[in-house]
């Protein structure tokens, strides 16, 4: 079964330095990875995805990953932290062979960004 | 385009009352849907999933239901509420099939239960 698991619960940076977010994940195939960001009292934004095409995904705000098989990984990166970063932010899993099609979130790591 | 909608947006019930939770998309056919709970640092738990009308999977055990009655309605439910219900319950929808699609969230519903 697919699992996610983020490392920090919570990472503070300094505004302008860079966010790295750890994920690494667990799947029997090739598995779809996302990241979502959900600010305060806010809903569920999807910030970028990998679905087997490029190992190096872009996606809004800045914010790029990079599918590491060898190392299972899909950490969440950014060059320079801006305020309006602080949020929580989810690594999520999918398997797209299985039927089930379960989408399994992590349990998130809280972003500070200090000024 | 596709919506989801899900009501209420906030709900206060004392302990042993029923709950109903319910979820509607509308612009897509055969979705897949789920309920997550967000508990405090605990993150999104699965609680159900569903890929087709009358179809549901449950990952927890606990004190909930889910029901399909209809394509894209899903609805969750309990004939007695617990304190440790309370929480913050997200309804999403995927393209059923695909498998590689990201979830598409509602706004979500803030349950209390005193």
């Known amino acids: 079964a697919q699992s996610v698991t983020q490392l920090d619960s919570h990472v503070s940076v300094s505004e302008g330095t860079p966010v790295l977010l750890r994920c690494n994940y667990s799947s029997s195939y090739s598995p779809s990875l996302f990241w979502y960001v959900q600010h305060p009292n806010k809903g569920l934004q999807l910030l970028l995805k990998y679905t087997s095409a490029a190992t190096l995904v872009k996606g809004i705000n800045g914010f790029e990953a990079e599918f590491k098989k060898s190392e299972t990984s899909f950490h969440l990166t950014k060059p320079s932290a801006h305020m309006s970063d602080a949020a929580e932010y989810f690594c999520v899993v999918s398997d797209p062979i299985r039927r089930d099609d379960k989408i399994i979130f992590g349990k998130g790591t809280r972003l500070h960004i200090l000024p | 385009s596709q919506t989801i909608h899900q009501w209420p947006a906030t709900l206060v019930q004392p302990v042993g009352s029923p709950l109903s939770l319910e979820c509607t998309v509308e612009g897509t056919s055969n979705p897949n849907l789920y309920w997550y709970r967000q508990a405090a640092g605990r993150g999104l738990q699965l609680l159900f999933y569903?890929?087709?009308?009358?179809?549901i999977s449950s990952e927890v055990p606990q004190n909930l239901s889910a029901s399909r009655p209809q394509d894209r309605q899903f609805i969750l439910s309990s004939k007695k509420l617990l304190l440790s219900d309370s929480g913050f319950y997200l309804c999403a929808w995927s393209v059923g099939g695909a498998g590689n699609t990201e979830a598409f969230f509602g706004q979500g519903t803030r349950l209390t239960v005193v």
């Open positions: 569903s890929v087709g009308i009358g179809q």
